[in-house]
């Protein structure tokens, strides 16, 4: 199998086929062979120490969790357990902390992702990504009544028989690539990034635009350097909240940079050598879980 990046994790049978049964999550909510993956506004549940891990209830101890008014959706099923997002916002944050103190604590994925298991933080982003979807699509968008959760809750479906228009997850795809000139890459500093921090450009797909297109003009637009060759890589789920990455490569036609100061504060080209040395000159790789950073050390161990 193929180095899987982050979040992504190939062992999960989603179970289509099952959430067309619509009796048939209510039923599985009853079942001892199935684990709640609970979450509270946008955090996870972890039991926290030196190897983090995902805290899954079971239903005959989360049953107070379930009361037809939480937002639930259907995960997938694995090694005959069934996985259940449930949602439990509506509790304040001490009824939470008190709640759930004996277990763990709700973390945000975007601290705690790096430090778990692989096949743990997969299911804990898209648990995550799927309650995000629902609650902010809680009324219709055409004609504003509210949403029923269907399909396993995976579709939210207008209450109001005259419009019954079915809203599915939002998924925003961007592109992220390191553009290479032959001994060199080209990284960028956002405002927004950790002191030091540098990392690989990236930018949303525009409507009626191809993937590569969408590569050549945010390199443009934020340095100034042409590009070509643009080449696939890789893909990662970013749940940040509802975003897929999508890894590129692609070889500089010009080398010249002029940042644009609204979305970089520095841009500069850096050998593998400079990058290796990073932390002894005050300078940061992108985090651990991300596809910059694999995109970047890809690169630095010419495994491209």
């Known amino acids: 199998m193929p180095k899987m990046n982050f979040y992504a994790y190939g062992g ?7 959430r067309q049964q619509e009796e048939w999550l209510e039923r599985s909510l009853m079942e001892p062979e199935t684990r709640l993956v609970p979450i509270w506004r946008s955090r996870n549940l972890v039991a926290e120490g030196e190897e983090p891990k995902a805290v899954l209830l079971e239903p005959g101890a989360a049953r107070g969790l379930i009361d037809g008014k939480r937002h639930t959706a259907l995960l997938g099923i694995q090694d005959g357990v069934t996985y259940v997002a449930v949602d439990v916002s509506d509790l304040e944050e001490a009824d939470a902390q008190q709640q759930f103190a004996p277990l763990g604590a709700f973390a945000d994925l ?5 430090l778990l298991a692989r096949r743990e933080g997969s299911l804990l982003a898209y648990a995550r ?3 995000y ?3 902010r699509h809680r009324f219709c968008g055409l004609c504003g009544s509210p949403t029923l959760a269907k399909k396993a809750g995976h579709v939210l479906k207008c209450s109001n028989p005259d419009c019954a228009t079915e809203h599915f997850p939002r998924t925003d795809p961007a592109v992220i690539m390191l553009v290479e000139d032959g001994e060199r890459a080209l990284l960028g500093r956002a405002p927004r990034f950790a002191d030091g921090m540098y990392s690989t450009l990236a930018g949303f797909v525009e409507p009626g635009e191809s993937l590569e297109e969408a590569v050549a003009r945010e ?22 909240p509802s975003s897929i990455m999508l890894g590129f490569y692609a070889r500089a036609e010009s080398t010249a940079i002029t940042v644009d100061p609204e979305e970089l504060v520095d841009a500069a080209w850096f050998t593998r050598a400079e990058m290796r040395d990073f932390e002894n000159v005050g300078k ?9 950073r694999r995109l970047i050390e890809d690169w630095i161990d010419g495994t491209a």
């Not at 940061?284 to 910059?292: E, F, K, V």
């Open 133 to 135: 979807w629902q609650l």
């Open 129 to 131: 990504g799927l309650m």
């Open 219 to 240: 390199v443009e637009e934020e340095t100034g350097v042409k590009v070509s060759d643009v080449r696939y890589h890789s893909s990662q789920p970013w749940p940040f």
């Open 110 to 114: 975007r601290s705690v992702g790096p």
């Open 284 to 292: 940061r790789l992108p985090r651990p879980d991300s596809i910059a």
């Open 12 to 18: 999960l049978d989603r179970a289509a086929a099952l």
